[in-house]
């Protein structure tokens, strides 16, 4: 019977069959198999029994901190006070930073060990801010939230007016004096937002006179050099209900040497001092019977190398209308000035004869400038104190002028 070899198989031309090499064979594909599935041994993962991670860590678990900012993502007309908190529920804040549109980072601090954050000063009107907030829980595991909010443009705003004016020199007895546009009615949102820095440093407080004027000094006259620098961050601050402040603005001005003269009402003469020493004495004219001039110190706020003084202007119809008196130095709102008097004959030194001014012997035109008048206004600059003392007229009220060291140190700061 003739047999033919089955395909595929190999025979030993001995006479001996493939077992050996049939064995062979299974082996290699059954380590094959086992390199590519894995054997199910001790120690390996299989889709059957639940350990599906990687064998070299653990699945990272979320942090439990939730950290929440009102006003929500994308509010608009977000009031410019109050609006801002952030916080964190199971867990603590550790980074908040809040910025407006030019990247300003608006100050607050964080409170109640970690549990919110506040802004330490109110908002800017009309301004688009992003909040980056980050908190972690009791394993150190950080939770993060983003958000950004524009806030109102308000219809009714006010402004401040201010003195001295920016890059001034000025005298020793000169207060910053910002006059309101709108009487305000939060006077302590407004005093807030403007803050005062010295070089040297010394204290200095702000006082209100009526609901639209706010004056600044310190308890005495300012040293001579002292730098001052005024920050009037008003800009979307609610000075009266519906009423918005639109003002951000650094003002700096220096303090020059001290110069403080005293009028003597009964002697009729004035002592020049300056840095404390007598540089001049000059024989003035005071305020006449009915007319007395002022006591107390008073602080030049204006400077008119000639001007028109009208008795109409002061409640004083008819008794005089002078149109061109020369080296005039305001004093009070009132209407007190020190002057050049040309028309005063010999009074100076010698008897009272002015409607309240103090008067210093001058020329018409005020051409002459060795005329007492011409000497003082030249050696005279705004911030200047004068002080006068025995006239038979009351103290000048504080706000009559820029006259506030009329008024003790703790009721300027009460």
């Not at 972690?136 to 004016?165: H, Q, V, Y």
């Not at 209407?335 to 009074?347: K, P, Q, R």
């Amino acid at each position: 019977m003739n047999v033919r070899p089955i395909s595929g198989a190999s025979v030993d031309a001995r006479g001996r069959g493939g077992t050996g090499l049939l064995a062979l064979i299974l082996g290699v594909l059954l380590l094959a198999v086992t390199a590519c599935g894995g054997g199910g041994g001790a120690g390996s993962g299989s889709a059957g029994d639940g350990k599906g991670e990687d064998a070299g860590g653990t699945e990272a678990k979320q942090s439990q901190a939730v950290v929440s900012i009102a006003p929500k993502d994308g509010t608009k007309a977000v009031d410019t006070s109050g609006a801002l908190k952030v916080s964190a529920a199971k867990g603590k804040l550790t980074e908040v930073k809040v910025k407006d549109a030019k990247g300003t980072e608006i100050a607050g601090k964080i409170t109640g060990g970690g549990a919110s954050w506040t802004p330490s000063t109110h908002l800017a009107a009309g301004t688009r801010y992003t909040v980056h907030a980050v908190a972690k829980d009791s394993e150190d595991r950080t939770a993060a939230e983003d958000s950004s909010f524009t806030t109102l443009t308000p219809k009714n705003t006010f402004i401040g007016t201010f003195t001295p004016e920016d890059g001034s020199k000025v005298g020793v007895g000169m207060p910053f004096s910002v006059r309101f546009s709108r009487g305000i009615t939060h006077p302590e949102d407004v005093e807030k937002a403007i803050s005062i820095k010295t070089e040297p440093a010394v204290e200095v407080a702000g006082h209100w006179f009526g609901n639209d004027r706010l004056d600044f000094r310190p308890e005495k006259y300012w040293a001579s050099g002292t730098k001052v620098t005024v920050k009037l961050n008003l800009d979307g601050v609610e000075g009266r209900d519906g009423v918005y402040g639109k003002q951000d603005k650094t003002v700096s001005f220096t303090i020059g040497r001290n110069q403080v003269s005293v009028v003597d009402a009964k002697k009729l003469t004035m002592k020049v001092t300056q840095d404390g020493k007598v540089v001049n004495t000059l024989r003035v004219t005071t305020g006449k019977a009915g007319y007395d001039t002022w006591n107390g110190q008073m602080v030049m706020s204006e400077k008119l190398t000639v001007t028109r003084m009208n008795g109409d202007t002061v409640g004083y119809g008819g008794e005089y209308d002078i149109k061109d008196v020369p080296h005039a130095i305001r004093l009070t709102t009132s209407g007190t000035f020190l002057h050049g008097n040309y028309w005063g004959g010999d009074a100076f030194g010698n008897y009272r004869a002015s409607h309240g001014c103090v008067g210093l012997r001058d020329v018409k035109g005020g051409y002459d400038g060795d005329a007492p008048a011409a000497w003082f206004f030249n050696h005279s600059m705004i911030g200047d104190v004068v002080v006068v003392k025995n006239s038979d007229d009351a103290t000048v009220a504080p706000d009559n002028g820029l006259n506030g060291w009329n008024m003790s140190w703790a009721k300027w700061k009460a």
